[in-house]
């Protein structure tokens, strides 16, 4: 335990173990320096943090991130935090003083701080200056007038750790003397207030000699109103922040629990459906065996008919044979009139020809059931098997036809249980996430004018008017900006190893996923290069803006930089193609703004159609994607509509209206759950469930 001036102590293990301690090497401090959030580091800990640091001429905090301008004589040149080495001192030595040795019995006599005589005056200003009569003069204070004091002849402390009796120590604060770098055996006692610096008593007669000065004490009283009347504020602050705090984890509560109920309800409601479904299907295969043995009853009355046919056949046959073979004329002419009357009998009765296929029924089941369906409405997803078999007999029978194993192939060839692709779309869009992507470093408003998505699913946004391209997490957490020295960025797009291409003037540039640049093509006959797209084949999509055309180059990315017009394919008759996008079979979509149009090419450039929506045409159109089943957005930006065709140009819905948009819609692309992200005018980004 350290004593204090008024009788307090420090715990010196409290302070050796958590304020003392540097929260990167967990030791004592050493050299410690102090930086401008109040975060204090060993001068060697932070010398080798900076050097893992990519930023120049920057100090940043190992704990907070808070950044503060590097001075020029580096790490070394942060203030130190003489507060820490007070403290480190309190735990080295405690505050007593120590008298030296007595050399004559009486003690040594205080001396004159300018000729080393015995000290009969005191500066009551300085606090602990002491001279002699003769150089009285000598000290800045004497033309005042006032300002010494007569001492006793006493003995001086000899120490360099001493405990103030002014107002600091009747504050209860345990002081060290510091001593002056300029001026060996002098300590810091005043305060030059023009200059706003610490000194001693030398500094003040060499360098501040015609400065306003005050004493520590008074200067440290000053401050310490200023600094506890911010506090007051700062108590406010605090306050309010843990109020702050508790509501968001109150909220987060609630959220979890409200979570926590609809799963509940989701299983519960799964499991409903899963029961209805399992009698529903039990029902069908009631029904669909019944009709099959309804089937079967026929053919096995079919099969008995022909199995008597076939004896009467085959007896009277045998019969015949035997006649012809063993029988006397007299015998033939006899039996003339009953075989006649067999044989027409029996050529009436031909053998039973193969029936129609028969149909147990077919159901289709479609892949989407709605989370509010009943027992009674899957019921009516599916279609009901027919209760009769139709098993017409033709009159002429067939070769082809001569076994009733057809019948039964037929039966089993045609599933009763036939799946059905369905793909399901929501009347609206439902918004998942929504964040604003504009960030503090911003000097302009926010134009997002590109969006694409990650593996890791991170947005990647292009901000046309801060020329910059940021990266968030899909919850829109900031993580990083990038490409800033590439000037105008416009176009970005993921490449098929996984990296981001971003255009910018007559260039494509290549970052990978965590923003850090690895190459960069040079567009041949290139200007004004605006969206980019890859195809699943490994072409490249370009549009150029400054002559209004799109190209698709075969050869892939490696032959960006070499291309000179062999491996491109031109389409032209534009007056502003501005975004692209590819679908799996390599077909191009292409948005004209200035045209105010969206057509769909094949591979070679040749134009396959163009798109229309139900209401009026498209106003400036901007961002298109394509999505795994070939259905293609559009961003109606100047009727601040988003819509949806299928992969013959079929509208199918809009996903966005008007009353939904923040914004008017810029750019548009899929997300790695199939949901599409949308960029709006001045910085809002969305995500939304189709």
């Not at 309804?294 to 019969?319: G, P, R, Y």
């Not at 193969?354 to 899957?378: M, Q, W, Y």
């Not at 997490?473 to 176009?491: D, H, N, T, Y």
């Not at 930089?561 to 390599?586: C, H, M, W």
Request: charged residues 25%; hydrophobic residues 35%; proline residues 4%.
């Amino acid at each position: 335990m350290i004593k204090m001036a008024t009788g307090g102590y420090y715990d010196s293990k409290e302070l050796s173990e958590g304020f003392l301690t540097c929260s990167i090497c967990f030791e004592l401090y050493k050299n410690p320096k102090v930086l401008i959030c109040l975060h204090t580091f060993c001068q060697d800990c932070l010398e080798h943090y900076q050097k893992t640091k990519e930023r120049e001429g920057v100090v940043q905090c190992p704990i907070c991130a808070a950044e503060e301008p590097l001075p020029e004589g580096g790490i070394a040149a942060i203030k130190t935090n003489f507060f820490i080495e007070n403290l480190k001192e309190i735990l080295r030595s405690p505050p007593t003083e120590k008298v030296p040795p007595q050399a004559d019995g009486m003690g040594t006599d205080l001396l004159c701080m300018f000729c080393s005589d015995k000290a009969l005056l005191k500066c009551i200003v300085c606090v602990d200056v002491l001279v002699c009569d003769k150089c009285r003069d000598k000290h800045p204070h004497a033309t005042e007038g006032g300002h010494f004091r007569h001492i006793g002849h006493t003995r001086r402390v000899n120490v360099e750790f001493s405990t103030h009796t002014s107002a600091m120590s009747t504050a209860g604060v345990t002081s060290i003397m510091i001593k002056c770098e300029k001026h060996l055996g002098q300590f810091i006692n005043l305060c030059c207030k023009q200059c706003d610096e610490l000194i001693c008593t030398m500094c003040l007669v060499e360098e501040h000699n015609c400065h306003e000065f005050r004493s520590l004490p008074d200067a440290a009283e000053q401050l310490k109103g200023q600094i506890q009347s911010c506090m007051e504020k700062a108590k406010l602050h605090i306050s309010e922040t843990k109020d702050r705090l508790s509501d968001i984890k109150n909220r987060k509560e609630k959220l979890m629990q409200q979570q926590a109920d609809t799963t509940g309800k989701i299983q519960k409601q799964t499991r409903d459906l899963c029961r209805a479904v399992e009698r529903h299907g039990d029902k069908l295969v009631e029904e669909s065996e019944m009709a099959s043995k309804s089937a079967v009853k026929q053919i096995d009355a079919q099969q008995d008919e022909a199995e008597l046919i076939l004896a009467s056949l085959q007896n009277t046959f045998v019969f015949t044979m035997e006649l012809l073979s063993r029988g006397s004329d007299n015998d033939i002419l006899l039996m003339k009139d009953r075989l006649t009357s067999q044989i027409q009998y029996v050529e009436a009765r031909r053998p039973l020809a193969k029936p129609d296929n028969i149909h147990v029924g077919e159901l289709h089941i479609p892949s989407f059931i709605a989370p509010d369906a009943t027992e009674d409405s899957i019921s009516n997803l599916f279609c009901t098997p027919p209760t009769h078999c139709d098993t017409t007999i033709v009159n002429a029978p067939s070769e082809e036809s001569s076994s009733n194993l057809d019948v039964f192939e037929s039966m089993f060839n045609d599933s009763p249980f036939k799946q059905q692709v369905v793909h399901n779309y929501l009347s609206q869009a439902l918004c998942i996430t929504q964040f604003d992507c504009e960030t503090k470093k911003d000097r302009h408003q926010t134009w997002p004018s590109a969006v694409t998505v990650t593996p890791r699913n991170d947005i990647v946004v292009v901000d046309e008017k801060n020329e910059v391209v940021k990266m968030f997490s899909e919850q829109g957490r900031f993580k990083k900006g990038f490409g800033a020295q590439l000037g105008k960025v416009v176009g970005v797009a993921m490449n098929l190893m996984g990296d981001i291409a971003v255009t910018s003037k007559d260039t494509v540039n290549i970052y990978n996923v965590n923003g850090k640049f690895k190459d960069s093509y040079r567009i041949y006959m290139a200007e004004k290069l605006a969206g980019i797209c890859f195809g699943c084949n490994g072409e490249v999509i370009l549009a150029d803006n400054s002559v209004q055309t799109v190209s698709i180059i075969h050869g892939g990315q490696e032959d960006l930089r070499y291309t000179n017009g062999d491996l491109k394919t031109i389409i032209g008759d534009f007056q502003e193609p501005k975004y692209v996008a590819v679908t799996s079979t390599g077909d191009v979509v292409i948005s004209d703004t200035k045209k105010h149009s969206v057509t769909h090419h094949n591979n070679f450039g040749v134009l396959q159609f163009t798109y229309r929506p139900d209401w009026e045409d498209f106003h400036f159109p901007r961002g298109i994607c394509v999505d795994k089943h070939d259905n293609v957005f559009v961003a109606d930006t100047g009727n601040m509509r988003v819509c949806m065709f299928d992969q013959h140009g079929m509208f199918l819905n809009r996903v966005l209206e008007p009353g939904m948009c923040p914004q008017k819609p810029t750019s548009l692309c899929i997300d790695n759950s199939g949901n599409l992200v949308v960029t709006f005018m001045y910085g809002e980004v969305g995500i939304y469930m189709y």
